[in-house]
């Protein structure tokens, strides 16, 4: 794309996502709902007037990023390490069930031809895709309906996190079934390495922004240094250990939650990600989908991958947290909240397509369900949230 153009989509994508944005608040639906109606509409499948390119890829990625960044600023730590052990067994829960339904799925429709043949490492892989969680539409979700904050909030937004972590895990671990060049073994201490460094930096630069904070307090050098320190977390976490860079958006806000000024900090970035970075990621998703290609097996296909999709998140998350001693109604947020599916699912779709173990074609139900779960998400979350309301104004 000419980069001149690339100006004018900008700007095309900024008025459709507004107006759709105060379209989908008047029908008291969540503001990110239109904004990604309104990529759906601009993009191949309808209007097409505006293409995915490298430029609007990375407005894209900065907008999850700076998402996760403000997701970590309104943490409550004290709700946060009071709901960890039970974010983690969300989280395995959040892939464990999943893994095994889109396996069974897969070879339910195509078929089982025997352990450890190429037929079955693709309908794993199947599974595997559907162990991600897109915790920037749920954040925002959330936000927008001022629940972040609350035990349920940061419980979603934990064990999302968490499940990102293990899914990248088990990603490798299925490619290494295929590829001897693959090491889990690396992953894993990558893994454990990146959390004891982010634990010890994290104390470090959390007394030295503490200090900062004391010195300059509610002044701007403050919230741009901690962008800096967003983006460089991000920076390190996906170059130097193979984890999603949002994951280092979200220590960074943590790092910072606790100051003084987390808040100022919050509003600050807030307002960059309101004014563009969060409106051209919301409307990416529905501008990568495309509906040619699709024929009556592959649509059929993608119905079960979707419904399995949806329901093995809110099945395998959504009992763990009843059996933590959460009413039905916030069991049921969680699981709702962890069925959003995007950026990562992508990203484990292409790894699959790289190292031949998924077809092209099955691209089309994975962007589908980014977009049926991020519209639907928000909406239910939004139901569930008013349904308890209304239960306790009574």
């Not at 990600?273 to 592959?298: N, Q, R």
């Not at 947290?321 to 709702?336: C, E, P, Q, T, W």
């Amino acid at each position: 794309m000419d980069r001149i153009a690339f100006f004018r989509d900008l700007a095309v994508i900024i008025v459709f996502a507004k107006v759709f944005g105060i379209l989908a608040q008047k029908l008291k639906a969540p503001q990110v709902v239109g904004e990604i109606i309104a990529g759906l509409i601009l993009g191949p499948s309808l209007l097409g007037w505006v293409g995915q390119s490298d430029y609007l890829s990375l407005l894209a990625e900065i907008g999850v990023v700076l998402l996760m960044f403000d997701a970590g600023l309104e943490t409550n730590m004290k709700e946060l390490l009071k709901t960890g052990p039970k974010a983690f067994a969300v989280a395995c829960a959040g892939v464990f069930v999943p893994l095994v339904g889109g396996t069974l799925l897969y070879l339910g429709f195509y078929g089982y031809d025997g352990f450890g043949t190429d037929h079955f490492y693709r309908a794993v892989f199947i599974g595997t895709i559907m162990t991600a969680t897109s915790v920037g539409i749920t954040v925002s979700a959330l936000k927008e309906l001022g629940h972040l904050k609350d035990p349920t909030g940061t419980l979603v937004t934990s064990a999302a996190i968490i499940d990102d972590v293990i899914g990248i895990i088990v990603l490798t671990f299925v490619i290494g079934f295929k590829n001897p060049e693959s090491s889990p073994v690396t992953v894993l201490w990558k893994t454990g390495l990146f959390i004891v460094l982010s634990v010890a930096l994290g104390i470090v630069l959390h007394y030295c922004f503490k200090w900062a904070d004391k010195r300059w307090p509610h002044q701007r050098r403050i919230p741009i240094l901690g962008l800096a320190l967003c983006m460089f977390l991000a920076f390190a976490a996906e170059t130097f250990f193979g984890i999603a860079d949002i994951t280092g958006a979200y220590i960074a806000g943590l790092i910072l939650c606790t100051l003084r000024d987390s808040d100022y900090i919050a509003r600050k970035v807030d307002i960059n990600s309101y004014m563009i970075f969060g409106p051209v990621f919301f409307a990416s998703i529905g501008l990568k989908t495309s509906i040619d290609g699709i024929d009556s097996e592959l649509l059929l296909f993608s119905l079960g991958f979707i419904l399995v999709a949806l329901l093995t998140k809110i099945i395998g998350c959504g009992l763990v947290a009843k059996l933590f001693g959460n009413s039905f109604r916030d069991s049921m947020k969680v699981g709702v909240g962890m069925m959003t599916r995007g950026e990562v699912a992508l990203i484990v779709a292409q790894k699959g397509l790289t190292e031949g173990m998924l077809d092209q074609k099955y691209f089309t139900s994975v962007i589908l369900l980014i977009i049926i779960s991020s519209v639907s998400v928000p909406i239910i979350l939004k139901l569930l949230y008013k349904e308890n309301a209304a239960v306790q104004a009574n």
